[in-house]
């Protein structure tokens, strides 16, 4: 199976600042087709996961710009240009170039 | 409205069964790879099994293989996994989600889950 990386674990944050958060893969996940088979997603608490970008770098609908994604066969990154409240929660990479999917460990982000 | 409705959770004896339900709406369900993911206490997501629109092409993960099983009733805009042989590991939040029409990431639909206890 293909481990995901994740690192920071935890991230504090405060509101106004930027955030990074890196995801590695033990493989690549770029396909001959040029996409990177990669998604971010986060959970808030007591909510359900939702999706922030796919591919790599495209934001899905209705998430807010301040969130990119860039980066491509083992190397990704999640970046938040100015971290707000309402960004709290458990973010995850999940790789699907390879089956079976998986995800990394997660990264909790808290406000300072 | 796009909603995805989980249910048929509850607790079990090791060993014992269930199966959860996933209620579509709002799309054309027939037209989607779905999957099944689930978030044990105090640990991240785990992806279980997709399916694809036709109930063709399915995969489970590893630790599941030959003890769950995937399903789906298009008639009734339905998603299933039927559990057998549970184990304390398999205690968790079990959420559905749906993926592309043609491949099975950029879940975009997620319900809001049902809770399986597996205890004695």
């Known amino acids: 199976d293909i481990a995901m990386t994740q690192s920071p674990l935890s991230l504090p944050v405060t509101p106004g600042e930027p955030a990074s958060i890196s995801c590695r893969s033990s493989?690549?996940?770029?396909?001959?087709?040029?996409?990177?088979?990669l998604d971010w997603y986060l959970q808030k608490p007591g909510k359900s996961p939702q999706l922030l970008i796919y591919l790599g770098s495209y934001r899905a609908s209705g998430v807010p710009d301040r969130f990119s994604g860039s980066g491509s066969d083992t190397d990704f990154t999640l970046k938040i240009s100015r971290v707000e409240a309402e960004d709290v929660g458990v973010y995850y990479c999940m790789q699907a170039r390879h089956t079976p999917i998986t995800f990394g460990q997660g990264t909790r982000l808290e406000i300072k | 409205q796009v909603q995805l409705v989980e249910s048929g959770g509850g607790l079990v004896r090791p060993g014992g069964s269930l199966r959860l339900s996933c209620a579509a709406s709002g799309f054309s369900f027939s037209d989607y790879y779905m999957t099944w993911i689930r978030r044990a206490p105090g640990k991240g997501l785990e992806w279980i099994s997709y399916?694809?629109?036709?109930?063709?092409?399915?995969y489970y993960t590893g630790s599941v293989k030959g003890r769950f099983t995937i399903s789906r009733d298009n008639t009734r805009s339905t998603l299933y996994l039927q559990m057998d042989g549970l184990r304390a590991e398999d205690t968790a939040i079990y959420y559905c989600?749906?993926?592309?029409?043609?491949?099975?990431?950029?879940?975009?639909?997620w319900g809001q889950g049902t809770t399986v206890t597996v205890s004695s």
């Open positions: 399916i694809s629109g036709s109930g063709i092409t399915i």
């Open positions: 989600a749906r993926a592309l029409p043609t491949d099975f990431y950029n879940l975009d639909v």
């Open positions: 493989q690549s996940l770029l396909h001959s087709n040029g996409n990177n088979y």
